[in-house]
Nanobody, 121 residues
Framework: QVQLVESGGGLVQAGGSLRLSCAASGSIFSIRAMGWYRQAPGNERELVAN???????NYANFVKGRFTISRDNAKKTVYLQMSSLKPEDTAVYYC???????????????WGQGTQVAVSS
């Protein structure tokens, strides 16, 4: 069984910062890309950023220069450092990862349960 557990969400004022973490656990043989998506009420889930196992990062245009994604492969953890937050960044943030299960020896896309980020104006 593979699990992704996010932490670090909360309420922050505009211009503030938050750091999200997502730890993968369970029977994991290998992890490829990890990333963050978000979904605001009434909107579709959208990509925020992702990062390959070697550390190559990709960002949505709306967060470039404000958010930084990183990962610690030894800890099976991905981070999202969010700065200069805006009210429009308010959403549930979901972690995702492409994981090779040690039980099934099959690759699959796994999702966390989401963590709420609220930015007040």
């Amino acid at each position: 069984q593979v699990q992704l557990v996010e932490s670090g969400g909360g309420l922050v004022q505009a211009g503030g910062s938050l750091r999200l973490s997502c730890a993968a656990s369970g029977s994991i043989f290998s992890i490829r890309a990890m990333g963050w998506y978000r979904q605001a009420p009434g909107n579709e889930r959208e990509l925020v950023a992702n990062i390959t196992a070697s550390g190559s990062a990709n960002y949505a245009n709306f967060v470039k220069g404000r958010f930084t994604i990183s990962r610690d492969n030894a800890k099976k953890t991905v981070y999202l450092q969010m700065s200069s937050l805006k009210p429009e960044d308010t959403a549930v943030y979901y972690c995702t990862a492409n994981i090779l299960s040690g039980l099934t020896m099959a690759w699959g896309i796994y999702w966390g349960q989401g963590t709420q980020v609220a930015v007040s104006s």
